[in-house]
């Protein structure tokens, strides 16, 4: 049965379902609020285009399942782990500051310094906000 949900022609109306959505078994087939009765894995009624009111569709940020997980094993809530890969990416800033420029003359290096200490106060902060955003 999953292969033949596979293989469906999708119409230029509705998008794809996923393949878990597209095997929900026949207690999928519901009718519209208008009488006629839904095309097997479509999204809206193909009479009226109203949306089918038994599909839940759960719409996630991507990404967030990561920074859960990363959380959950740092003993973090999702904005302290934004504001400390906030603070790594700065400390990663100082680092590629002093590795792609030079110094040539001493004002040259007060500069180089300047940007690194900026990057660094810039983590400092970071680091800051993820300990008062710690639950």
């Known amino acids: 049965m999953a292969e033949v949900a596979d293989q469906t022609h999708h119409e230029f109306w509705r998008p794809p379902l996923r ?7 026949p207690e999928r087939s519901a009718t519209c609020r208008c009488g006629t009765e839904f ?3 479509s999204l809206y ?3 009226c285009g109203a949306s089918r009111p038994d599909l839940n569709v759960p719409r996630e940020i991507p990404g967030v399942a990561e920074l859960t997980s990363l959380g959950l094993r740092l003993g973090l809530n999702i904005s302290a782990v934004v504001a400390f890969l906030l603070g790594v990416l700065c400390v990663v800033g100082a680092l590629t500051v002093s590795l792609l420029f030079s110094a040539r003359t001493v004002l040259d290096w007060q500069a180089i310094q300047l940007w690194r200490i900026e990057w660094l106060l810039a983590s400092v902060a970071a680091f800051i906000a993820g300990c008062l955003l710690k639950k």
Request: aromatic fraction near 0%.
């Open 19 to 25: 393949a878990s959505a597209a095997v929900a078994g």
């Open 39 to 41: 095309i097997v894995s």
């Open 45 to 47: 009624c193909h009479a």
